[in-house]
């Protein structure tokens, strides 16, 4: 795909993305659009550290609920503004990013290892969030009292009660946000030395190292950057749902989610995220509608046809969304210019 | 006691005592799970998420067969190992290998879409409903006094140590055995010698199933079975191969135990919730400071 | 430039490179010869920091590197190459020798633009845009070069470029690495392809069993009686002397 | 890439999106519905059916669905020609934000209530989403008070909260005890602490019990899902409390039960208080000994009312466990059928207004007429049982008592 083509391609998408209000008015739509962005943002974090920097991590809730821990209790036990915590949260997600990839990437830690100690990370701080209750409130949660006056809606950051454009597009828009932020973060990245020099780590790390490339710190810049994009998804989160427990903020569900959507996407691209978790909503919806249309109220059905596409895809698109998408347009390009030629 | 502001209880030696034996009948539940584990992560280099599905399914085989034909757990391990090492062996043939293209990434996402499948099977068949299996010498035991142990304990530790004998012989002194180990060091020199490494990698993954589906009746007695029970034991799974090392069974087997023992001091002492960091802690100090584990060799990646 | 003192390195009870001492001086091409399991490329891993050494002093344009990690020797302009060619697999040519020109230069353009510059350098001008892993060997051997070229070294130690290669490849690459040194760049390498050592080096030592038995002018080495021991076994040389005899007579 | 159209619908958006799947007709196919169709009221179910939940969740739809089937057996909501109930599903997968996304589809399908979600987590969440657009929203068992305390307005729980429980809890264990002699003084508490349910429990518990000469010795914490009790048991046979009181979900429960039998264990009663298991039938069924004499603080039905024994045989004939999830979300749905009467209308404005102001008394449970304050029913209140042989009695409050207590348990 050339230059331009990707350019326009990004436009169009954004653009599109940005006047969403002009043609959706459906509520349930704009949910799942925000849904899906969400997804994409903690997606695009976890790619950052997975497809740019090969190191996969099981455990990326770690920096999910560590952001939405922060924001949540800096303002229930503090009282602070959310749009001073959030600052905080997203730096505390980074030092716990930089903590664990201290100690991982110092031992020297890769593939399946890397992997298990993100994981045994995020049960770690499960249960301590479990168990430490006077700083978290333990198994109860942490509730943000609901702010029902629509004057105060922006100081609060909260939209369940605002004017009507903002109770039905602040959310959206705030999660928009951060996924354009996200990409254009990965996006500069790609194309600095940093970027190169974790691709370069990637790729072969001895040879990195040989050429001068710092792999240690190259990965620690990584990681505390993923941490800081995941943790942006918390601090959403808490903000639209004003409850977070150590299972919402700990448990395997987020790290699961942030991993899929990249590797179905594509790994290592700025649009792979998106397509993945666009992808993953689109048949989670249709086979919850499709189950529910044709055959009724069987839980779990769904679930297992989602799964059986799931195993399809990955079987049949080795590359990803992004390698299909690719191939597409190579041949429509081919088909286009070969009788010209 | 206080310790670094933390308060420690103190106990009485009867009950810390029983809290270690407790710990060496929950370590080998955790060491049986385990066994099936660590054969595949030892050959095949993958994480497979789908273990606990694996077992939870094999749970409800194990109950059907007491609750329409009256056969007892112990008994049905008959039935459901080999079950289970056929579907392993086609699961790993027909789905695993064959949609990942040898990708790591792959495989990861593979296990768990396996997982999503077969946990909403279980419920869109079996309901949500909790399943248990009962037996008449359920209470039954020895009084050690210090604690009490049951026969359905007993045959656990007793059938986690047949089992990791077993595996032991049947990897010493097969050529199956061998070739298993062959490919798990190296796997291109296996291929070059002529060795079916699909065939074997099928093979792990069968025997590695119908160790868990062993595990799962002799945990029947136990537990009750619902779609959700694998997660009961997924991550402790992965922290007892780790300690091991992977692809070790006697490295599964005392990891199990050690971890048992541990978890239940641990849990004592700082609390049935806090002391369940042991387990995390054990598992990133391994991580860290040992990743090939007590018994595993080096291997890459 | 380059000063080896007294370096050893064993690996559980094998020595595997003893009281190893050797200098490279500025401008030159220097060899370093043996046979198979000599230590030669233990020696390059102590040298580039991939390796510790357990004794023993290496002196970089006088500085003590010895314990550095590579990427910070690299940074001071002594750069490797690996005889197992490690190229970025999924990174196009251009972008692999992108990765060593950023270690000098941080912006993305003028860090294409010097790959751009280096590629011609090693005659990969026409393979830019293709990706590293579907090249040949002989294309693995020369971004090998590249990439280490772009980093800017003063010291560059370049080990078995021509393993692998046929004949004609040989001779270009030859030409390259001659032309290498032209700008300015001191080369150590690691050969097996004599006929390359011969035309290229200045100056050869020769490693035995993790221990420099030899060390001087390469037709002088080539010439040495322990060396061709070395490398043919115990009475070849006898063997050798018998038979360039005969030739003359 | 040809040019998009600037305008589209969300139809068109939705084939958009949806291109390329091959399910994508399916999901067309059950787009957005019309608003009202003719004398059918929209009524919208959400429940955790899959996911960690999913026993608890299937339980809670089990019992709605059967009310909505009931009343429109009986002739659907009279002051509306009869309209009928339209079960409309929602999956909340047993996470927070499925839950909010599935109350959006509610808003579009046009549904005039929502009973739901079960868990606290996800309640919190959906009474948000429904508040958005006045959509009355009855929880049926999530007991987090702060569920109905943040004051929104289309916010109601029939049932009781924790704080009701925990109090009632610790008054009948401090009446049992005076009526049986004070043979009790010693406590352990034993609770999950993965959800808000059984986090908040202890303190207050043990806040209550201590002015009244109880002796909390211990308070022991464990997770949901846990996997051996054998631990706290040993702690509980070091301290030899009189009364052991247990609170957590249904497996635990049965695994810590089965634990002290197995060690042995015999305290002079066990008095759990939101036990999980301690007064479900599927329990005494399945573990008689384990289950005997054990007391509960739990959600139950006014025994001697005859449609709470219809619906345990209906249940029970279904397969089904008649467990406290089946009734309370029945009771839900058939409160808010009620408004629907009350208010005559299906508006959800006007629906709401019905809720605030019901007096219901048409219900199986004790907890008198309906008397909403801040979306809490105010005579909502469990009850305490007793496992006596195979069936399990009300011991106390007197006045809905079908058996004393057997307290302490016989040795």
Avoid at chain 1, 2 to 12: E, F, P
Wanted: hydrophobic content about 50%; aromatic content about 10%; some cysteine.
């Amino acid at each position: 795909m050339s230059k331009r083509d990707r350019a326009l391609g990004w436009t169009l998408l954004l653009g599109l993305l940005a006047a969403v209000p002009v043609f959706i008015q459906s509520g349930r739509w704009i949910d799942f659009l925000e849904l899906t962005l969400f997804v994409a943002v903690m997606g695009q974090g976890w790619n950052i550290l997975g497809g740019y920097g090969g190191q996969y991590s099981f455990g990326h809730a770690l920096f999910f609920g560590t952001g939405a821990y922060i924001q949540a209790l800096l303002q229930f036990k503090l009282g602070w503004s959310p749009w001073v915590t959030l600052w905080f949260a997203i730096a505390g997600a980074v030092l716990v990013g930089c903590a664990v990839g201290y100690l991982s990437f110092r031992y020297g830690l890769r593939g399946s290892y890397f992997a298990l100690i993100t994981l045994a990370f995020a049960e770690a701080f499960h249960v301590l969030a479990r168990s430490l209750i006077s700083v978290t409130e333990g198994g109860r949660g942490v509730q943000l009292p609901l702010n029902q006056d629509p004057g105060q809606a922006v100081a609060s950051f909260q939209f369940t009660f605002a004017n009507p454009f903002l109770q039905s597009y602040g959310f959206y828009y705030t999660v928009l946000f951060l996924f354009v932020l996200a990409c254009a973060a990965t996006w500069l990245m790609e194309r600095s030395r940093f970027g190169a020099q974790l691709v370069a780590v990637r790729e072969n790390e001895e040879a990195a190292e040989a050429l001068g490339i710092n792999a240690f710190r190259i990965k620690m810049g990584s990681i505390c950057l993923s941490a800081a994009i995941t943790a942006s998804a918390g601090v959403y989160y808490v903000q639209k749902f004003l409850f977070v427990d150590p299972g919402i903020a700990y448990g395997p569900g987020k790290s699961v989610e942030a991993l899929f959507a990249p590797i179905i996407g594509g790994l290592g691209t700025v649009l792979g995220p998106l397509l993945g978790s666009a992808f993953i909503h689109i048949v989670g919806e249709t086979s919850k509608e499709a189950i529910g249309h044709f055959v009724g109220d069987r839980p779990g059905l769904d679930l297992i046809l989602f799964g059986i596409m799931l195993l399809l895809v990955l079987g049949y698109m080795p590359r990803g969304l992004v390698g299909l998408l690719e191939t597409a347009w190579m041949r429509l390009r081919a088909d286009k210019d070969g009788p010209n030629a | 006691m206080e310790l670094l502001g933390i308060e420690i209880p103190v106990f009485s030696w009867q009950t810390v005592l029983g809290s270690a034996v407790s710990g060496v009948f929950l370590g080998a539940i955790y060491a049986l799970v385990a066994l099936g584990l660590t054969l595949i992560y030892g050959v095949l280099h993958i994480i497979n998420f789908a273990h606990g599905s694996l077992l939870m399914l094999a749970m409800y085989m194990v109950y059907f067969l007491w609750q329409h034909l009256g056969m007892d757990p112990y008994l049905a391990m008959l039935v459901v190992a080999p079950g289970g090492f056929v579907f392993g062996y086609l699961l790993q043939r027909g789905v695993i290998g064959r949609i990942s293209h040898g990708k790591d990434e792959i495989i990861l996402l593979a296990t768990l879409g396996i997982s999503i499948v077969i946990e909403n099977a279980a419920l869109f068949l079996f309901s949500a409903d909790e399943k248990s299996v009962q037996v008449p010498y359920d209470l039954d035991g020895i009084d050690l006094g210090v604690t009490y142990v049951v026969y359905p304990q007993i045959a656990a530790l007793g059938g986690c140590l047949m089992i990791t004998a077993a595996l032991w012989l049947f990897m010493a002194r097969t050529d199956t055995g061998r070739a298993i180990r062959a490919v798990a060091k190296e796997r291109q020199g296996a291929r070059l010698v002529g060795i079916n490494v699909e065939h074997i990698f099928a093979i792990s993954f069968g025997i590695g199933t119908a160790c868990v589906a062993a595990a799962a009746s002799l945990l029947a007695p136990t537990y009750a079975v619902h779609p959700q029970f694998g997660y009961l034991f997924v991550l402790i799974a992965f922290t007892v191969v780790v300690l091991g090392g992977m692809g070790s069974f006697t490295g599964a087997l005392l990891g199990g135990l050690i971890i048992g023992v541990t978890e239940q001091l641990g849990r004592l002492y700082l609390g049935e919730s806090l002391g369940l960091i042991t387990i995390s802690a054990i598992f990133i100090l391994i991580l860290l400071f040992r990743p090939t584990g007590l018994f595993g060799q080096r291997l890459s990646q | 430039m380059l000063e080896v003192t007294g370096v050893s390195k064993s690996f559980g009870g094998l020595k595997a490179v003893a009281e190893l001492s050797l200098q490279v001086e500025r401008g030159r091409i220097v060899s370093l010869i043996g046979p198979n399991g000599a230590g030669k490329t233990t020696a390059f891993s102590l040298i580039s920091g991939f390796l510790k050494p357990d004794q023993g002093r290496i002196r970089f344009e006088h500085r003590d590197i010895a314990g550095f990690r590579p990427h910070a020797i690299c940074r001071l302009g002594l750069v490797r190459t690996f005889q197992v060619v490690q190229p970025f697999a999924t990174l196009s040519v251009l972008d692999n020798i992108t990765v060593g020109a950023h270690t000098r230069i941080r912006q993305r353009k003028p860090a294409a633009a010097r790959a751009r510059e280096v590629a011609e350098l090693v005659g990969m001008g026409a393979m830019l845009d293709q990706p590293a892993g579907a090249l040949t060997v002989a294309g693995r051997k020369r971004l090998e070069l590249a990439r280490a070229l772009a980093t800017q070294p003063k010291l560059l130690l370049l080990d078995e470029v021509m393993a692998g290669l046929n004949a004609t490849e040989i001779a270009d690459i030859v030409a390259v690495v001659r032309d290498i040194r032209d700008t300015g760049i001191t080369i150590l390498l690691i050969e097996h392809v004599m006929q390359a050592v011969m035309s290229l080096s200045d100056d050869t030592h020769v490693l035995s069993h993790g221990r420099i038995i030899a060390h001087g002018p390469p037709e002088a080495v080539a010439r040495d009686p322990q060396v061709i021991e070395a490398y043919l076994g115990h009475g070849a040389a006898k063997r050798i002397a018998r038979t360039r005899g005969a030739d003359r007579a | 890439m040809s040019k998009l159209p600037f305008r589209m619908t969300r139809r068109t958006f939705l084939q958009a999106t949806a291109a390329g799947t091959a399910l994508a007709a399916a999901g067309l196919a059950a787009g957005p519905r019309p608003a009202h169709a003719a004398n059918v009221i929209k009524f919208g179910l959400i429940h955790p059916v899959t996911g960690f939940l999913q026993f608890s969740g299937t339980q809670c739809r089990y019992g709605a669905l059967t009310a909505i089937e009931e009343i429109n057996a009986a002739g659907g909501i009279k002051a509306l020609d009869g309209a009928t109930l339209e079960p409309v599903l929602g999956d909340a997968q047993s996470k927070a934000e499925v839950g909010a996304a599935e109350i959006e589809k509610f808003n579009e399908a046009g549904v005039a209530a929502i009973v739901g979600a079960y868990s606290s987590g996800i309640s919190l969440a959906t009474t948000q989403a429904a508040a958005k657009y006045g959509i009355p929203h009855v929880v049926d068992v999530g007991v987090n008070d702060k569920i109905v305390s943040r004051g929104l307005a289309n916010t109601f729980r029939f049932g009781p909260g924790f704080g009701v429980i925990t109090e009632a809890g610790v008054n009948g264990l401090i009446e049992i005890n005076a009526a049986a002699g004070k043979p009790a003084r010693t406590v352990v508490i034993v609770h999950e602490n993965t959800t808000p349910f059984g986090s908040f429990m202890a303190e207050l518990m043990k806040k209550g019990l201590e002015p009244a000469g109880f002796e909390v010795l211990d308070i022991l914490p464990h997770p949901t899902p846990n996997k051996d009790f054998q631990n706290i048991a040993l702690k509980i046979k070091e301290m030899n409390p009189d009364l052991i009181i247990p609170s957590h979900y249904y497996n635990e429960n049965v695994l810590f039960l089965r634990t002290l039998q197995r060690q042995r264990i015999e305290p002079k009663a066990i008095y759990s208080v939101l036990g999980g298991a301690s007064s479900q039938y599927r329990f005494v069924d399945e573990f008689p000994d384990a289950a005997q004499y054990v007391m509960d603080c739990n959600h139950w039905f006014d025994p001697r009312n005859p449609k709470a024994a219809a619906l345990r045989a209906k249940t029970e004939a279904a397969g089904k466990s008649f467990s406290y999830e089946v009734f309370l979300a029945y009771t839900a749905v058939q409160f808010a059928a009620d408004a629907m009467e009350r208010a005559g209308s299906a508006d959800r404005a006007a629906i709401t207004e019905a809720m605030a102001s019901s007096t219901w008394a048409g219900h199986f449970m004790p907890y008198g007429p309906t008397e909403m304050i801040n979306g809490q029913n105010q005579g909502a209140r469990p009850l305490i049982t007793q496992v006596q042989g195979s069936a399990i009695e009300v011991v106390a409050p007197a006045d809905y008592a079908t058996a004393p207590a057997i307290f302490p348990r016989p040795a």
